[in-house]
C-alpha cells in the first residue's frame, strides 16, 4: 500500500461523523485552532497597555458594543469545551477512565470502553454546560440584557 | 495526531492552563468582583495588577502555558500533513518565529509595570 493510499486528509476529521469520539476530536481541533487566533488577537488587544492610558481606554471603548461581548462568549463556550475535552483525554491517557487496550484472551467478554468513554463525555458535558450557565449571568449583564 | 514529547507538553500545559483560566477569568466576572469585566478594564486596576510581582508571574506563567500549548497543538496538526523533513524544518522555523514574537510582544505588557 502506498503510503498515502487510504488517506482521507482534512475530511478524516469529519467522517465517520457518527463516531463520537471522532466528532469529540475534530470540536477539539476546531475549538483549538479558534482559540489559537483568538489568543493573538487578545495578546495584541493587551499590548495596548503599552502606548499609555488614552491608547488603552480607547482600545476598551471600542471593544465596548455587543458583536465583541457576543464574540467572547464564544471563545469562553469553545475554551470550556476544549478544557472540559481536554481533561477528558488526560483522564484517558492516564488510563483512568478506560482500561488500556490489552491482548483478547478466550473466553472474551464484552469491552465496556465505550460506555466508560460515553459516561465520562456525559460528565464533562455537565461540568462545561454547568460552568456556562454560571458564566452566561456574566454575557447577560455585558450584552445589556440584565 | 502528535506523538511523544509533544503531546505530553498539550497534557501538562492543558492541565496548568484550566487552572490558571479559572483564575484570570474569575477577575472579570460579576460574581465575584463588583463591577466585574468593567472594574477589570479600567486603567488603575489593570495598572495595579501589572505592577504586582505576584501578578506578573501569574500573567507570565499563563501566557507561556498557552502559547506552549498551542505552539504544539499546531505542529502536531502540521505535522500530520507535512511529511517530509525538510517542510517540517521549515514549519518548526516559521512556528517558533511566530510564536516567539507573540512571547514578546505578550511579555511586555507585563513586565512594563
Known amino acids: 500500500m502506498g503510503e498515502k493510499e487510504g488517506r482521507r486528509g482534512i475530511l478524516g476529521w469529519i467522517f465517520p461523523i457518527t463516531n463520537l469520539e471522532r466528532l469529540l476530536y475534530t470540536l477539539h481541533r476546531i475549538t483549538g485552532i479558534g482559540l489559537t487566533l483568538y489568543l493573538f488577537i487578545h495578546i495584541y488587544e493587551t499590548s495596548m497597555r503599552m502606548y499609555g492610558y488614552e491608547t488603552w481606554t480607547a482600545t476598551a471603548e471600542f471593544l465596548e458594543n455587543p458583536l465583541f461581548h457576543f464574540g467572547l462568549l464564544l471563545v469562553v463556550l469553545a475554551a470550556l469545551f476544549h478544557g472540559a475535552n481536554g481533561i477528558r483525554l488526560i483522564l484517558q491517557e492516564l488510563g483512568l477512565i478506560a482500561p488500556k487496550p490489552t491482548q483478547p484472551v478466550y473466553p472474551y467478554r464484552k469491552y465496556h470502553r465505550d460506555r466508560k468513554i460515553w459516561m465520562t463525555t456525559i460528565l464533562m458535558l455537565i461540568l462545561g454546560a454547568g460552568v456556562a450557565v454560571f458564566a452566561l449571568r456574566d454575557f447577560l449583564i455585558l450584552l445589556g440584557v440584565m | ?113
Open chain 2, 1 to 113: 495526531m502528535a506523538d511523544g514529547r509533544l503531546r505530553l507538553t498539550i497534557y501538562f500545559t492543558g492541565a496548568l492552563i484550566a487552572i490558571l483560566l479559572l483564575i484570570h477569568l474569575s477577575l472579570f466576572s460579576f460574581w465575584f468582583v463588583e463591577g466585574g469585566y468593567y472594574t477589570n478594564m479600567e486603567w488603575e486596576n489593570v495598572s495595579a495588577r501589572m505592577g504586582n510581582i505576584l501578578w506578573d508571574t501569574f500573567y507570565i506563567i499563563l501566557l507561556s502555558a498557552v502559547l506552549l500549548h498551542s505552539y504544539s497543538g499546531i505542529k502536531g496538526i502540521a505535522y500530520e500533513y507535512i511529511t517530509s523533513s525538510g517542510g517540517r524544518r521549515l514549519i518548526d522555523v516559521l512556528l517558533t518565529l511566530i510564536w516567539l514574537i507573540a512571547f514578546v510582544y505578550g511579555v511586555l505588557p507585563i513586565i512594563s509595570g
